[in-house]
């Protein structure tokens, strides 16, 4: 794929599809904007060589056009991170879109509003994705976060510029850390996944196996495991149905000679709440009534060991329920000797949804190596499938829409 970095894009319009799905509170500011500051050094690149910045993004869920979901409340925080003033279009495709877009000036930066308010865009329509191409000479996704979709804006519409298409700086980069997981690494190789489910992490697993020397499991998908062995787990979340998987995943890993860490203890609680009564249990012996919310604190030497001799490290998923503070102290204690192991050489890279925000919550971001901004893109591209995204960018098309740069 051809770098960003080989278009100069001088006098060119050029269609950028960002990430700008950010939290709104309920006056509508954006409480955390690490999307938006993600996407700026693409823009940067076409605003410095003088073209100018038409940005498309979805925001939320809408069903149809909805005012909170509307893009136009997130322009003057793009306007100040950018630090270029925002020209808003009410429309993202038609006569209002095409006018906007054709009156650009360099230098400026159009934003479109919100694409999931046709739902033309989540079913990949071509007709859709064409008339967004329309309005520009150049192309570029710098979407990691919905990559893994074949919706208008992210895949089709690559088709319409055969030559004139790019990956920008957030998506080139994400792509790059986790193929340094997937096909570069260092060994010995951790990866730690925890959180709620195995049934969500269990293609992960399967693909990574014959890539990994280290696997810890935590969070609640350890329990399954642990009941699939005997052991006595009281009243902790266990999928029922997924026993016999727990014990194929652990007779995989042992054919590919994977060492796997199962926490040894755990804090249980009495209830599922901060404030319920706890104590510390071996993992297999949790009388009913009582259930495992976070890591106990053997468990927490041993991963630390074995975290600080890796020298590639991969983390999807919290040990406990990190939300609530009584729980939070095995994914705090975790993120610590990562960010130790990190300090002394070792790659480590972060995703998925809530280990991100958990890094962020505890002040680890700057600490491992990359933290990766799409949660789901992520897992998929760790599954070893081709994200649509990523594919349409590297086709060569015959297009009905002759883009030259
Ligand atoms: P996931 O989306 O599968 O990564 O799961 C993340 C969620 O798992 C977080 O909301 C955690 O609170 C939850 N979680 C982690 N450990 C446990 C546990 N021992 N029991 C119940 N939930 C847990």
């Not at 468990?299 to 406990?320: H, M, Q, R």
């Amino acid at each position: 794929m051809t770098n960003i970095n080989d278009f100069n894009f001088k006098s060119k319009k050029v269609l950028i599809r960002v990430d700008f799905n950010v939290p709104l509170n309920e006056k509508l500011e954006v409480t955390d904007h690490t999307r938006i500051s993600a996407a700026k050094p693409t823009i940067d690149k076409v605003l410095a060589d003088g073209g100018s910045v038409i940005l498309m993004s979805h925001l939320g869920r809408p069903k149809g056009k909805e005012d909170k979901y509307s893009l136009k409340n997130i322009a003057d925080k793009v306007s100040d991170i950018i630090g270029v003033d925002i020209i808003f279009s009410e429309e993202c495709v038609g006569d209002i879109a095409t006018k906007k877009a054709s009156e650009l000036k360099n230098g400026e930066v159009l934003l479109l509003e919100n694409l999931r308010f046709h739902k033309q865009e989540k079913e990949g329509d071509r007709d859709f994705a064409k008339q967004l191409a329309s309005l520009s000479d150049f192309y570029i996704n710098d979407a990691f976060g919905t990559a893994h979709r074949a919706h208008a804006s992210t895949c089709i519409i690559a088709e319409f510029f055969p030559k004139d298409k790019c990956f920008g700086k957030l998506l080139a980069m994400e792509i790059e850390n986790i193929d340094k997981v997937l096909k570069d690494s260092q060994s010995p190789i951790t990866a730690i996944l925890g959180g709620a489910k195995v049934s969500s992490k269990i293609t992960v697993i399967d693909n990574i196996l014959d890539k990994i020397d280290n696997l810890i499991l935590g969070g609640g998908m350890a329990f399954t495991f642990i009941k699939a062995l005997g052991g006595n787990i009281g009243n902790s979340l266990c999928e029922d149905d997924k026993l016999d998987l727990a014990l194929d995943i652990l007779e995989k890993a042992k054919q590919n000679n994977v060492n796997i860490f199962l926490p040894v203890d755990v804090l249980a609680a009495d209830n599922f709440s901060n404030d319920a009564n706890t104590k510390e249990l071996d993992i297999d012996k949790i009388p009913d009534g009582w259930q495992g919310l976070d890591v106990g604190t053997k468990s927490i030497a041993i991963f630390d060991k074995v975290v600080n001799e890796s020298k590639t490290i991969l983390w999807n998923g919290p040990l406990g329920v990190f939300e609530m503070s009584t729980f939070s102290k095995g994914t705090i204690e975790l993120g610590k000797s990562i960010v130790s192991a990190t300090s002394k050489g070792t790659f480590s890279l972060v995703g998925g949804g809530d280990s991100v925000a958990a890094v962020k919550q505890f002040g680890f971001a700057s600490g491992v190596s990359y933290v990766s901004t799409g949660g789901g893109a992520m897992l998929e591209m760790l599954e070893g499938k081709e994200l649509p995204g990523i594919s349409a960018m590297n086709k060569a098309y015959v297009s009905d829409n002759n883009h030259t740069i």
